[in-house]
Nanobody, 131 residues
């Protein structure tokens, strides 16, 4: 059974940075899509960044592509999201999610949107941004 635990959230001022970490256990397949999604109060969950642990390909939402960086190590057992130049609109609960990844799909296919194709989720970590 795949399990995910997020850490690294917190409160920062606008322009600040954080490093979010997703620690995964139970991975057995050779390629997973592991993504970071976020949900702010009153808003739909949205995909922020994803990585393929087998291919190393990455996906970023347009709103974060120049500020966030996703990386994977230990064959996907550790996925980090470095979030820079945080804005008030970035405040949300950030969730890590995983699914086995098929080469017949692209990261855009599975990571854009609400993450409905992901079957394993962590409990989330809160990111707060003050002005």
């Amino acid at each position: 059974e795949v399990q995910l635990v997020e850490s690294g959230g917190g409160s920062v001022q606008s322009g600040g940075s954080l490093r979010l970490t997703c620690t995964a256990s139970g991975l057995w397949y050779d390629d997973y899509a592991i993504g970071w999604f976020r949900q702010a109060p009153g808003k739909m969950r949205e995909g922020v960044a994803c990585i393929s642990t087998g291919q190393g390909t990455k996906y970023y939402a347009e709103s974060v592509k120049d500020r966030f960086a996703i990386s994977s190590s230990m064959r996907g057992r550790r996925v980090e999201l470095k979030v820079n130049n945080l804005k008030p609109d970035d405040a949300a609960v950030y969730y890590c999610a995983a699914r086995m990844f098929s080469r017949r799909r692209t990261l855009v296919d599975v990571c854009s949107g609400t993450g409905s194709e992901f079957d394993t989720w962590g409990r989330g970590t809160q990111v707060s941004v003050s002005t």
